[in-house]
């Protein structure tokens, strides 16, 4: 995890990839398309051609990308393998990020190989989620799995807590976010410990756990009942024996939806609680 991200000097937009892509990014999709696309051009010896009949469906879906997607005359498409690689990569290192992704829904749609579209969004789906994307395939097309409206809540709570509460959020952060080695069963982890510092804060004490804390804001009149009861069931799988807390659960079983809604959620409670006591 590099020094910027370890520390929060990178915003909560550029570490979750939303209308945006970085270099990483658009590498590793790129990676993709090579890998169960381009690579499978035959014939090297005749200058990769592209009307021969074993390169039929790499030149079908060219001839869809021409006339459909760049709609562009097809009788400018180069026979030659080379020569039309070079205009694919150009146009794809220079797009914008949205048109990344068109080009992928594109290219997934209208590749004809067998079971292409389904091994394909996999591929990507395995590199938007370790490139922390906010975007995945989903049903054939690339959809949003995060919102601006819930990062802006994560970036709120950030800016505007405590100190305790604002390392907790930025390392649950750092372990959602990871590029090198993701840990969300941790990342979840962090995100209640921040709510825990936020209460422990609220009351001037440590003690007791946060669901007797709960209560005790609840009793003061600064939580309503209806939130504090939603916010201890969900403390409370979180401490059970089956909850992330439990030493042996399996790391494996904590995915990243998981740890993506514990912090949103943690940190709109956070800056619930925050806002409930300037306006009391």
């Given amino acids: 995890m590099r020094f910027s991200e370890r520390h929060g000097y990178r915003p909560v937009r550029d570490r979750i990839q939303i209308e945006s892509i970085d270099e990483e990014l658009r590498n590793g999709l790129w990676n993709v398309l090579t890998l169960r696309v381009w690579n499978h ?22 001839l869809k990308l021409w006339h459909s997607y760049f709609k562009k005359p097809i009788d400018q498409l180069s026979d030659h393998w080379s020569k039309v690689h070079e205009q694919l990569r150009k146009y794809f290192f220079g797009c914008q990020w949205y048109e990344v992704y068109d080009f992928l829904e594109f290219v997934h749609d ?34 949003s799995i995060t919102e601006p409206s819930e990062i802006a809540e994560v970036e709120r709570a950030i800016s505007s807590s405590p100190s305790p509460v604002r390392a907790h959020l930025d390392r649950a952060l750092d372990l959602l976010t990871s ?5 969300y069963r941790n990342s979840v982890k962090e995100s209640i410990s921040a709510v825990e510092s936020l209460v422990s804060l609220r009351l001037g004490s440590d003690k007791g756990t946060l669901g007797q804390m709960l209560k005790q804001l609840e009793d003061s009149g600064n939580l309503h009942p209806a939130l504090k009861s939603a916010f201890s069931s969900l ?44 306006e009391s």
Avoid at 41 to 62: F, H, T, Y
Avoid at 179 to 183: F, L
Avoid at 252 to 273: E, P, R, W
């Fill in 41 to 62: 051009v035959k014939n090297p010896g005749q200058n990769w051609n592209m009307r021969s009949s074993e390169n039929r469906d790499i030149n079908a879906l060219c």
């Fill in 110 to 143: 209208n590749y004809d190989k067998y079971k292409f579209g389904e091994t394909f969004a996999s591929a990507c789906n395995i590199i938007l989620e370790r490139e922390s994307s906010a975007y995945r395939f989903v049903g054939g097309s690339i959809a």
């Fill in 179 to 183: 590029r090198e080695s993701p840990d």
């Fill in 235 to 278: 403390y409370g799988y979180t401490s059970d024996q089956g909850g992330v807390r439990h030493a042996l659960l399996d790391k494996d079983s904590v995915v990243h939806a998981d740890a993506q809604f514990m912090l949103v959620t943690c940190s709109a409670f956070i800056n619930y609680v925050q806002q409930s006591r300037t």
